[in-house]
């Protein structure tokens, strides 16, 4: 198996658990966020952030363009939105038809990255770091996916939902 087979094998798990959450979210609750602590997103705006945190990403480490990044609301200074600028979906079902295009985006972008470019293509982030392999980057961003899949499944448990480690995973 080679390195574009690894991402999609990896991303197809993390999209699809992802996308079983986002069915478990009543859109009623999409204003939710935990009551304690500050800078937390809402329930729609962290399915927002979902649908553009591997796909978008990874086509710009690919081919450079960042417009489908998800940078939506990030401050004057090129860092990190703070929660309250963060866009947000309207509905659950517009969230899983962002998040499958997200992950066709995600699909043709590693396979258009190809085996060569992967492993010996080095940059740094925009947003900083040393350079590394592409792959590696394109991992991330599926770790990046799979990061805020669990942050989900959290806010679900809190929300008062039965979930469990099945649902986290995907089995269910």
């Known amino acids: 198996m080679g390195l574009v087979d690894n991402l999609k094998h990896d991303a197809e798990g993390t999209y699809r658990a992802a996308a079983g959450l986002f069915k478990l979210v009543d859109n009623d609750k999409l204003d939710w966020k935990p009551a304690t602590g500050n800078n937390w997103m809402t ?5 927002k952030h979902c649908t553009s945190a ?3 990403v990874s086509r710009g480490f690919v081919t450079g363009d960042w417009s489908g990044a998800g940078a939506d609301g990030s401050d004057e200074g090129g860092g ?7 866009p947000s979906v309207a509905s659950v079902e517009e969230a ?3 998040l499958e295009a997200d992950k066709q985006l995600a699909m043709k972008t590693f396979a258009e990255a190809g085996e060569d470019r992967l492993a010996n293509e080095k940059m740094s982030a925009p947003w900083g770091g040393p350079p590394v392999a592409l792959y590696h980057h394109l991992n ?3 770790g990046h996916l799979a990061q805020h899949k669990a942050q989900l499944f959290y806010y679900l448990k ?4 039965d979930v469990n480690t099945m649902h ?3 089995a269910i």
Do not use: I, N, R, S
């Open 43 to 47: 329930t729609g705006q962290l399915l």
């Open 54 to 56: 591997c796909g978008g």
């Open 80 to 86: 990190m939105p703070t929660a309250e600028k963060m």
């Open 96 to 98: 899983l038809k962002l």
């Open 140 to 142: 991330d961003m599926v």
């Open 158 to 161: 809190l929300q008062g939902k």
């Open 168 to 170: 986290l995973w995907g």
